[in-house]
């Protein structure tokens, strides 16, 4: 889904390195006043290449509202301080799978005694579907609100960030059963794993 990662303008690597090499630099630094003008170059730069588009559950993010479209840490940054600014560690999300993902791990065989130098490059390192690296249609089939697991990566993305959050809440919907043409791709997905 994300074929260009952000570049940072030299200002915001300017500020980026300047809060790296602050005494009290951490996970929550992030959110400092400061890094407010390099949140927004990277914020700005994934609304328009993922086109306001969720990276995992595919539904909208804001246009304008910062909440509303949260940067994501797809590998947390409390958990791997060095990828807090990567630009393939970053992406937009929508606020509840923001919320809901919070900080569960993203990688297969997390490294907990000393820190990954190098940003995996391999989507087989992660147990989430991963934005830049992985097509989501591989890994998750989506029917409106419903979606399926077709990979075990698929399976961890819907449970970690809760994307089936729609019927855990209501329940089955006489629109989804009404839906005709949506039925009958249950019904093929079904018969063939194809959607």
């Known amino acids: 889904m994300i074929n260009n990662p952000v570049v940072l303008s030299d200002a915001a690597l300017d500020l980026v390195e300047a809060k790296k090499r602050s005494a009290d630099f ?15 170059e990277i914020r700005e730069h994934y609304r328009n290449v993922q086109r306001l588009v969720c990276a995992y559950c595919q539904g ?13 840490h797809i590998v947390p940054k409390s958990q791997h301080l060095a990828f807090m600014f990567e630009p393939k560690n970053l992406c937009v999300v929508c606020a509840d799978c923001n919320e809901y993902k919070s900080n569960n791990e993203a990688l297969v065989d997390p490294i907990l005694r000393a820190p990954r130098v190098n940003y995996p ?3 087989q390192l992660f147990r989430i579907v991963h934005p830049h690296l992985d097509t989501y249609d591989e890994h ?6 419903l979606y399926v697991d077709l990979t075990e990566k698929g399976g961890y993305t819907i449970y970690a960030c809760n994307l089936n959050r729609f019927y855990r809440r209501f329940g089955r919907c006489d629109e989804l059963v009404n839906d005709v043409a949506l039925v009958q791709q249950a019904e093929r997905f079904h018969q063939t794993g194809l959607i």
């Not at 998750?140 to 609100?145: A, L, N, S, T, Y």
């Open 121 to 123: 490059e391999n989507p």
């Open 26 to 40: 951490s996970h929550s630094s992030w959110g400092d006043e400061d890094l407010k003008p390099v949140r927004r």
């Open 140 to 145: 998750i089939g989506r029917f409106e609100r």
């Open 60 to 72: 909208p993010v804001c246009t304008r509202s910062a909440a509303g479209s949260p940067i994501e």
